[in-house]
Nanobody, 115 residues
């Protein structure tokens, strides 16, 4: 199974962007789905994650991003607003099958915030 991301690109500071991630097999069970990012020279960090009954956001993006999920399409989305240059990173989709289950990563999509 693969996680396929789309929606990255170049955006100006203050702009918005929406990332999408779809599981290649629409009926494949994924318990939690989320987004992480990694900037050059930095560690990978949590952006947002959602699972039944719980959604968490990273401190650096709280109030500026919204994660949503379409279970019928086995997809997760990340809407990002008021983007800042420090949001520039490769954004990775992640899914897991819950405690003790398998974990999956997408190939990453580059988001560049620059004027």
């Amino acid at each position: 199974v693969q996680l396929v991301e789309s929606g990255g690109g170049l955006v100006q500071p203050g702009g918005s962007l929406k990332l999408s991630c779809t599981v290649s097999e629409t009926t494949f069970y994924i318990h939690a789905m989320g987004w992480y990012r990694q900037a050059p020279g930095q560690q990978r960090e949590l952006v947002a994650i959602t699972e039944p009954g719980r959604t968490n956001y990273g401190d650096s993006v709280k109030g500026r991003v919204t994660i949503s999920r379409d279970s019928a399409k086995n997809s997760v989305y990340l809407e990002m607003n008021n983007l800042k240059p420090e949001d520039t990173a490769i954004y990775y989709c992640h899914g897991n099958q819950g405690y003790g289950g398998m974990s999956y990563w997408g190939q990453g999509t580059l988001v560049t915030v620059s004027s």
